[in-house]
C-alpha cells in the first residue's frame, strides 16, 4: 500500500511542481509583497551547481526505486489516466497553499511594512495597482483550465477521490475569487490616480466575467444540473453579455 502511495505522490508530484511554479511566477510578478517572500539572496553559482546536483541526484534515486519496487513489467496495456487520493491532494492541496500565502500578502500589502517593501520596489502605490492585473488574470486561467482537466482526471475515480477533489478545489476556486476581487480593486486604485478610458473599462469588465465564470464553476463542481453540459454554454452567455452591456 505504502509504495502505491508513494507512486501516487510522485505522480501528483510531477504534476503540481510546473503548475505551481507558474502560478508563483506569475504572481510574483503580479505582486512585489508577495515577490518579497519569495526572494531568497543566494549566489547564483552555488545555486546552480547545487541544483544540477540535487536533481541528477533526484533522478538517479528514483530510476533506482522505481526499478526496485516494479513485480511487474513497467510496459504495461493501455488505461484510462485515474487520479487517486494523493495526486488530487498534491496538486490542489499545494495550489491552495499557495493561494493562501498570496492572500496573506495582500494583507501586509495594506500595512506598514506593505508600504516599505513598495518603496524598495521603486513602486508608487498607483503603478503597483496596475503591474499585476494581467498577471492575476493569468493565474485565474491556468487554475479553471487545471481544475477542469484535473475534473476529467477523477470522473472515474472512487468517492472518497471525488469527495478530496470537490473539497480542494472548491477552496480553489473561492481563493480565485479572492485574486479576481484583487485585480478589480487594482483597476478601481488605478482609474483613481489617472482616470477612466475605454480600454480600461474593456478590462473591468473581463476581470468580472472571470469572477462569473468562477462562480458558474463552482456551482457546477458542487453538482447543480449534474448530467447536463451547461458550464460551457453558461460561460458563452455571460460573455456575450458582459459585451453586449
Request: hydrophobic share 60%.
Amino acid at each position: 500500500a505504502w509504495r502505491e502511495t508513494a507512486r501516487a505522490v510522485g505522480r501528483g508530484l510531477m504534476i503540481a511542481i510546473p503548475l505551481l511554479t507558474i502560478l508563483a511566477l506569475l504572481l510574483a510578478s503580479a505582486d512585489a509583497v508577495f515577490a518579497s517572500l519569495l526572494r531568497i539572496d543566494i549566489d547564483p553559482e552555488w545555486a546552480v551547481l547545487h541544483v544540477v546536483g540535487l536533481a541528477l541526484g533526484a533522478w538517479a534515486m528514483a530510476g533506482l526505486l522505481r526499478t526496485a519496487s516494479a513485480d511487474a513489467p513497467l510496459l504495461s496495456p493501455r488505461r484510462v489516466v485515474s487520479l487517486g487520493v494523493p495526486e488530487v491532494a498534491t496538486v490542489l492541496g499545494g495550489m491552495v497553499a499557495l493561494y493562501l500565502a498570496f492572500a496573506g500578502s495582500q494583507v501586509l500589502a495594506l500595512s506598514g511594512a506593505g508600504r516599505r517593501i513598495l518603496e524598495t520596489a521603486g513602486l508608487t502605490y498607483a503603478e503597483y495597482a496596475r503591474s499585476g492585473f494581467f498577471q492575476l488574470l493569468a493565474v485565474a486561467a491556468v487554475t479553471l483550465v487545471s481544475i477542469l482537466g484535473l475534473r476529467a482526471l477523477t470522473r472515474n475515480s472512487d468517492p472518497r477521490t471525488r469527495r478530496w477533489f470537490l473539497g480542494l478545489s472548491m477552496s480553489a476556486v473561492a481563493l480565485t475569487l479572492v485574486i479576481v476581487a484583487v485585480a478589480v480593486r487594482r483597476m478601481d486604485l488605478y482609474e483613481a490616480v489617472f482616470g477612466s478610458t475605454v480600454l480600461r473599462l474593456v478590462v473591468r469588465v473581463s476581470a468580472l466575467w472571470i469572477g462569473v465564470v468562477f462562480l458558474l464553476l463552482g456551482v457546477w463542481l458542487a453538482g447543480v444540473g449534474r448530467g447536463r453540459r451547461w458550464l460551457s454554454a453558461g460561460m458563452l452567455a455571460a460573455g456575450l453579455a458582459a459585451l453586449l452591456a
